[in-house]
Every structure is written in structure tokens, then in C-alpha cells.
């Protein structure tokens, strides 16, 4: 016989039931306005014509976040897991600035409150939670982090090089008034970026960021394919099933057990 708790699961954890889509939905839209909430504060005008209104509804919706979060410990099989997932700690990041905000009163520490409650803007990434294909995306990145981490190291490298190579060229007469300048030029120059504060003068200066350019067209794509390889592979892996310990998703759809915490599925 289905528990009341083992309902309220299916409902906060899973996504094919009416109830549980719905649940979903609601989520949405309120990590939605919460964002746009944090956004709008953090502009003076609308600050100074609606901050206290914009204060009201930041306290609903960390009471709400607050209950959901209370939820899905009390609807876990293992509530230690959940709360130590990733999932569950931006849960908890969510609603924690407000609560601390209360305990660190006076003008002195308005700045680290300040500071604390830019935290709220974790809401987002409860998002990724309801949005489909988040966790085979989520393997994908974790899959390919050593390449992509040896491609970084790789690119880290030339910028290096090649922010050593103009500071010596240049010198001061372009800007590049140390080699850390230089590296930052090369980094500036392999994205495309380009911003034009720094720039070379001399022949071989140009010649060497027109090289350091058409280097960046040629790798920029690279992690790209990376991840996309990676995306290919695990292709066909997803399962809509959660686990009830830790709502982690992306299953086999034979698997008995949890891949991230190793509880029982079913």
C-alpha cells in the first residue's frame, strides 16, 4: 500500500503524473519571479519606488522555498543524501541569505548581508531540476571535464607564451606594461573578444595577434565538440526515475540501484 509520504514523493520528485507536473510548473514560474525579484532590487530606481513591497514578496517566496525544501527532506527516503546532493544544497543556498540577513543587523554589516542576499539568485539553477535533459547534459560535462580540463591547461599555455612573447616586442609602447598585461591581451585575443584597450603597434606585434586570432577561430570550437561527443555517447541513457533518496535523475531504465548514492530505486 502507497504511504502518504511515498505520494507526496511521487509528486515533489517525479514529473509523469498530472500532480507532479503541475508541481513542476508552479515551481517555475515562482523561481522565475523570485529571479526577476532579486534583478529589480538590485536597480536603484525601482529600489527607492517599491523596496518594501519587493522585501514583502522576497519573504513569501523564501517561505515557500523554505516549505518546499522542508518537503523533500521529510519526503526522501534518505534525507542525509538529498541534503548533501547537488540539488539539495542549492535548495538550501535558495533560502538561507534571508535567513541570515536577521541575524546580522546593523549599518556596519549591511554590506555582507548585502553580499549574502545576492546568494538568492541559486534559484535559478533549481530550474535545471525540471528542465528535461538537464541531468544528461549535467553526465555529459562531468564525463568530458579531463579533456576539457587538459584543453583549458593547453590553452592557458599559449596565452602565456604568447603574452610574453608581445610584452617583449611592445613593451610599454603598446600598453603592455607587464607580462600579466600581455596574458590578458592573448586571452582577450584567442576569444575574439577584441576589446581595443590594449593594443600592438609594431609590425611584428600585429602580425602576432592576427596569428594569436586565427589560432582562437581554429581552437574556440574544440570544447564544443568535446562535450557534443560526450552527448552522443550517452545518448539513449536517460530514464525519467528519480531516486527517492536523493532525487538524483538519468537512470537506466533497468537499474536497481542509485548512481549517485547507491539506494534502492525501487
Known amino acids: 500500500m502507497t504511504t502518504r509520504r511515498e505520494r507526496w514523493r511521487e509528486i515533489i520528485f517525479e514529473a509523469e503524473t498530472p500532480a507532479g507536473k503541475a508541481f513542476d510548473v508552479v515551481l517555475l514560474v515562482l523561481i522565475s519571479l523570485s529571479v526577476i525579484a532579486v534583478m529589480a532590487e538590485s536597480v536603484k530606481e525601482v529600489r527607492k519606488a517599491v523596496g518594501p513591497q519587493l522585501y514583502v514578496l522576497e519573504w513569501i517566496f523564501t517561505g515557500f522555498f523554505t516549505v518546499e525544501y522542508a518537503a523533500r527532506l521529510w519526503a526522501s527516503r534518505r534525507p542525509g543524501a538529498y541534503a548533501r546532493s547537488f540539488y539539495g544544497i542549492v535548495d538550501l543556498l535558495s533560502i538561507l541569505p534571508s535567513y541570515l540577513g536577521l541575524f546580522l543587523p546593523g549599518g556596519h554589516a549591511l554590506m555582507v548581508v548585502r553580499v549574502l542576499r545576492l546568494l538568492r539568485i541559486f534559484r535559478v539553477l533549481k530550474m535545471a531540476r525540471h528542465v528535461n535533459g538537464a541531468e544528461h547534459l549535467m553526465r555529459a560535462l562531468v564525463a568530458s571535464r579531463a579533456k576539457i580540463t587538459v584543453f583549458f591547461m593547453v590553452l592557458a599555455t599559449i596565452s602565456l607564451i604568447a603574452g610574453t612573447l608581445m610584452y617583449l616586442i611592445e613593451g610599454e609602447k ?7 598585461v600581455g596574458v590578458y591581451w592573448a586571452v582577450v585575443t584567442i576569444t575574439t573578444l577584441g576589446y581595443g584597450d590594449v593594443t600592438p603597434s609594431s609590425g611584428w606585434g ?3 595577434t592576427a596569428f594569436l586570432a586565427l589560432t582562437g577561430y581554429a581552437i ?12 552522443t555517447r550517452t545518448d539513449g541513457d536517460d530514464s525519467s526515475g528519480t531516486c527517492p533518496s536523493c532525487g538524483a535523475h538519468g537512470h537506466l531504465p533497468d537499474a536497481r540501484f542509485c548512481r549517485r548514492c547507491g539506494a534502492t530505486l525501487k
Open 206 to 208: 600585429q602580425v602576432l
Open 174 to 180: 603598446g600598453g603592455f606594461t607587464s607580462i600579466p
Open 220 to 231: 574556440i570550437a574544440v570544447p564544443t565538440g568535446i562535450v557534443t561527443a560526450e552527448l
